[in-house]
């Protein structure tokens, strides 16, 4: 907790846990609306495509900015492109004149917003404290950001349930002034800005040289892809799964989400409290493991109890691997490389989402929902075998870079005691 203890971050922390919340809601009542206005797993599959491709296009001009340009300024920029793609989809919704292709468009313009938003927020996480709290603040930054995927579905169930998708939409966009505020309020620390030689592009192609000479990037960006394409896609399906398979309405679907993001907070609390004993390598290889568990336990669940208890492992899990990853990522990667390799760090997760929504939609439309998602953990069981054959048990991610000077120390723990400098 030592990040909190610096105003600076703690300021950022609170309005981001706020606005990641509103983000959430948004997350959960597209797809919800989606089905209410089509009842189809294709256009649901679709939402979710819109929610998190774009910052998969983007990644590499987010990465470059990043890297060579005031990461406060981009993140103001952003937050208000984020802000008005909310209040539109408030105005459409009231407005009573939302169609599915309308409301996608607008997600779209969000999400290219996001993914501008996602590499500079997490390469401006360590600008905000000292650098012996580094890793502190990557890993509670982490725990925030799934902290929200509890309160955000949870707050989202309720708010469908009693006000409609209106009030969702507005809240989120109410959510992003508080982080504008922050950022205002901020005096990062200074960092020297790259201006890296050549097009956003060839920028792009030198950091994945850069990925690829290190094998502990190559297993965190895989990490990322599996759990995000195998795995969380699957969660965009909750919402017809729950209506059409465990026959619930809108406010268990909310609950259903939320279980999973409660799992997701267990799994950050542990990875906190134990993380100086915990190697990063068996962690993601535990995550793993309880990712394919409880995927099969929420595709196969007979009522709703068993399917709460599939989606909160599927937090947990996705916790597990996610920190250990991230965290790996941030103690690795040299200063001016921080922005564009976070963005395919990024991308391989943003990516991975919304083609996977996109083809369980689909294949659910023609196998079912409950054979697409077994199939979904089938396959996620197939590549994490496989790639811990090349790379035995992960343990690449035990390194840790210190003073990214070159120097590789084989700690390993999650939270490292040593002073982390540039």
Known sequence: MAALKHRDFALFFSAALCSNTGTWMQTITVPYVLDQLTHSTVWVGLGAFATFFPATVVGPLAGALADRHDRRTILLISQVILMVSALTLWGIWVTGVATPALIVAVVVVGAVGAGITIAAW??????????EAMVSAVRLN????????????ALAGLVLAEFGPGTAFLANAASFLLVIGALLLIAARPIATHAAPGRVLAQFRDALRYIRRRSVLIVSVLGALFSSLLGVSMIQLAEPFARQVLHEGAGKYGLLVAAYGVGAITGSVITVARGDVLRRSSLTVVGFAIFVVAEL????????????????GIGLAQSFAMVACQTA?????????????LSVYVMSFFAGTPIGALIGGIMASVIGLRATI????????????????RYPWFRVLDETRLGFDGHIEDDGHLVIDQTVTE
């Open 122 to 131: 997490q390469a401006f996480v360590p600008q905000l404290v000292p650098p």
């Open 142 to 153: 982490a725990m925030q950001f799934t902290g929200a995927r509890a309160f955000g579905p």
């Open 297 to 312: 336990t929420f595709g196969l669940a007979p009522v709703y109890a068993l399917a709460l208890v599939g989606m909160y």
């Open 329 to 341: 990522v941030q103690v690795n990667v040299d200063e001016h490389y921080r922005g564009r390799v």
């Open 374 to 389: 077994v199939a979904s953990a089938a396959l996620l069981a197939i590549a994490v075998i496989v790639t811990m054959l």
